[in-house]
């Protein structure tokens, strides 16, 4: 992180993408806050820590982009998955709080790319994936390629 950080000053328009995101079962979970804990730390704290590093690095003469991945899941309810949603819904309270507070410099937003296929969404997709492909417009599910595209893409301003 301090190498990234480091870099910020060298950039003109300075970008903070962060999608981490954890997606753990929770249902019936005999250590109710292993799974909790873990799902705060990944999908929120990263978010608020990169988000809060990134203000205080980048310089206020430049302007600035922070997205942050949501989800569905805290509009909608995740059965299972109760630390997720709130983990999820809780960076739009970020967003909308860091929106007014470094507005006009930065512009803050949130995401809700859909379910990201990657080896921990396997089973999911396994288990409800034509459920949950008849939810989706375009019917397919995102690629983690996407992300790292969003990634390079903006790290070439």
């Known amino acids: 992180m301090n190498y990234i950080l480091g870099q910020i000053s060298a950039i003109t328009t300075v970008v903070l993408i962060h999608m981490a995101g954890l997606f753990e079962e929770d249902l019936l979970d005999p250590a ?3 799974v909790w804990d873990r799902a705060i730390a990944s999908n ?3 978010a608020y820590d990169m988000s809060i590093a990134f203000f205080e ?4 003469a430049r302007p600035g982009h922070v997205v942050l991945a949501s989800s569905r899941a805290f509009q909608r309810g995740a059965v299972g998955r109760a630390a997720y949603a709130a983990a999820k819904g809780e960076v739009v309270g970020l967003v909308r709080t860091f929106s007014r ?3 006009p410099e930065v ?3 949130a ?4 379910l990201i296929r990657t080896r921990m969404s396997d089973e999911l997709v396994a288990r409800a994936g034509e459920q949950r492909l008849a939810e989706i ?3 397919r599910f995102v690629s983690g390629h996407l992300t790292t595209s969003i990634k390079l893409h903006s790290s070439r301003g």
């Open 57 to 60: 690095a980048r310089s206020k």
């Open 44 to 46: 929120l704290t990263t």
């Open 101 to 103: 507070e470094f507005a």
């Open 107 to 109: 512009f803050v937003n």
């Open 32 to 34: 109710p806050h292993g």
């Open 111 to 114: 995401v809700a790319p859909g």
């Open 137 to 139: 417009p375009l019917k």
